[in-house]
């Protein structure tokens, strides 16, 4: 399984972006898939996925203010985000993982339950 994200950079806090990530490699009924992010000297956090509950799901931090969505052939996961914050930035990862291993929602979601990664992408966001 190969993931690569796209669509990171820096940009005004009040501005928006969307990040999108490509899978390969899998079926996509294996697999649920949800972005994290990690600033420096934070731990990795998850930000919105589309897990075993069937439907998205948000951080606290990004509820109201980003949209988890995916395409029809469910390769590629979509992450807009809006009104960005200097707290949003940030190092942004696409992960995936078995749809046993699936968590119900990205608010119990934790790294060690997805077992494949992209690089990572950096958001900026200046004040």
């Known amino acids: 399984v190969q993931l690569t994200e796209f669509g990171g950079g820096s940009v005004q806090s009040g501005e928006s972006l969307r990040l999108s990530c490509s899978a390969s490699?899998?079926?996509?009924?294996?697999?649920?898939m949800a972005w994290f992010r990690q600033a420096p000297g934070k731990e990795r956090e998850g930000v919105a996925g589309i897990l075993s509950a069937g439907r998205p799901t948000y951080a606290d931090s990004v509820k109201g203010r980003s949209t988890v969505s995916q395409d029809g052939t469910k390769n590629n996961l979509y992450l807009q985000m809006t009104s960005l914050k200097p707290d949003d930035a940030a190092m942004y990862y696409c992960?995936?993982?078995?749809?046993?291993?699936?968590?119900?929602?990205?608010?119990?979601?934790?790294?060690?339950?997805?077992?494949?990664w992209g690089q990572g992408i950096l958001v900026n966001v200046s004040s």
């Open positions: 490699g899998y079926t996509y009924n294996d697999y649920c």
């Open positions: 992960a995936a993982t078995p749809t046993l291993r699936c968590p119900y929602g990205i608010l119990s979601a934790k790294p060690s339950q997805f077992a494949y």
